[in-house]
């Protein structure tokens, strides 16, 4: 069931909550998707099967929460998952990102630490702004244009707007410790077209946690979205169970 939730300038963000022990699996999306994605279903209804608690939502603008996409940044959408967790998570949390959504669970986890249990990045993509773009590319986006590039997953091109790229731009995480000192698991596809595993042995570097794996999936690409992919996911789930 789709419920709402009001953000306090009115902004209104869709969600799905299943009630249940341990710490709340709170799913995050990538860029451009949502939580009636693969993954996120596939999460959903593990948990609920096994009696586990579990928060998936929308970004504004994208999905069931209605707004402009164009107006989606990091930061506006790191406020909206505090505020979710502050409404409806009594206790901890583990954090699951997806592709950008994994450098979004870095930026949530910064925010709350005392209630973050674990992370799991699944092609996590901390400061794309930065690598993923050419000089030109990042010329355009700096003087306030928006980009498209082609859409391996769907029939209209990707748009990078001008106010993400430069909110990402401040929110860079590899070049210095990240001060998360939660159990941390990434878990990153060989053929990762998208995010090349060396993101993730960056990752794991610049985590402070002494307590941190990067699981490398052979034949494995950037949706890690196989049987098997979302098999590894559930069982590295279950582990934080406690």
């Given at each position: 069931?789709?419920?709402?939730?009001?953000?306090?300038?009115?902004?209104?963000?869709?969600y799905?909550?299943?009630p249940?022990?341990?710490?709340?699996?709170?799913?995050?999306?990538?860029?451009?998707?949502?939580?009636?994605?693969?993954?996120?279903?596939?999460?959903?209804?593990?948990?609920?099967?096994?009696?586990?608690?579990?928060?998936?939502?929308?970004?504004?603008?994208?999905?069931?929460?209605?707004?402009?996409?164009?107006?989606?940044?990091?930061?506006?959408?790191?406020?909206?998952?505090?505020?979710?967790?502050?409404?409806?998570?009594?206790g901890?949390?583990?954090?699951?990102?997806?592709?950008?959504?994994?450098?979004?669970?870095?930026?949530?986890?910064?925010?709350?630490?005392?209630?973050?249990?674990?992370?799991?990045?699944i092609?996590?993509?901390?400061?794309?702004?930065?690598?993923?773009?050419?000089?030109?590319?990042?010329?355009?986006?700096?003087?306030?244009?928006?980009?498209?590039?082609?859409?391996?997953?769907?029939?209209?091109?990707?748009?990078?707007?001008?106010?993400?790229?430069?909110?990402?731009?401040?929110?860079?995480?590899?070049?210095?410790?990240?001060?998360i000192?939660?159990?941390?698991?990434?878990?990153?596809?060989?053929?990762?077209?998208?995010?090349?595993?060396?993101?993730?042995?960056?990752?794991?570097?610049?985590?402070?946690?002494?307590?941190?794996?990067?699981?490398?999936?052979?034949?494995?690409?950037?949706?890690l979205?196989?049987?098997?992919?979302?098999?590894?996911?559930?069982?590295?789930?279950?582990?934080?169970?406690?």
């Open positions: 069931m789709i419920q709402t939730h009001l953000m306090p300038d009115g902004r209104t963000i869709a799905r909550h299943t249940g022990t341990g710490p709340t699996i709170l799913f995050l999306p990538g860029y451009m998707s949502d939580m009636a994605g693969s993954k996120a279903s596939a999460v959903f209804d593990w948990a609920a099967a096994n009696g586990r608690a579990c928060l998936l939502l929308d970004y504004s603008g994208c999905g069931q929460s209605p707004g402009d996409f164009a107006d989606g940044t990091l930061s506006r959408w790191r406020d909206e998952v505090l505020s979710l967790i502050a409404a409806y998570v009594a901890p949390v583990v954090l699951v990102g997806s592709s950008m959504g994994g450098w979004l669970m870095l930026l949530v986890a910064r925010a709350i630490p005392d209630r973050i249990a674990g992370l799991v990045g092609a996590a993509a901390p400061d794309f702004t930065a690598w993923g773009y050419d000089e030109a590319q990042k010329a355009q986006l700096a003087a306030g244009q928006t980009i498209l590039e082609p859409n391996p997953y769907g029939p209209e091109p990707t748009p990078t707007h001008a106010a993400f790229w430069a909110d990402g731009q401040s929110q860079l995480q590899l070049d210095s410790p990240i001060p000192d939660a159990p941390v698991r990434l878990l990153h596809g060989i053929e990762d077209a998208d995010v090349p595993p060396a993101i993730g042995h960056r990752l794991l570097g610049a985590l402070r946690s002494g307590d941190v794996q990067l699981t490398l999936v052979k034949g494995g690409d950037h949706r979205s196989r049987d098997e992919d979302i098999a590894l996911l559930l069982r590295t789930l279950a582990t934080f169970a406690d």
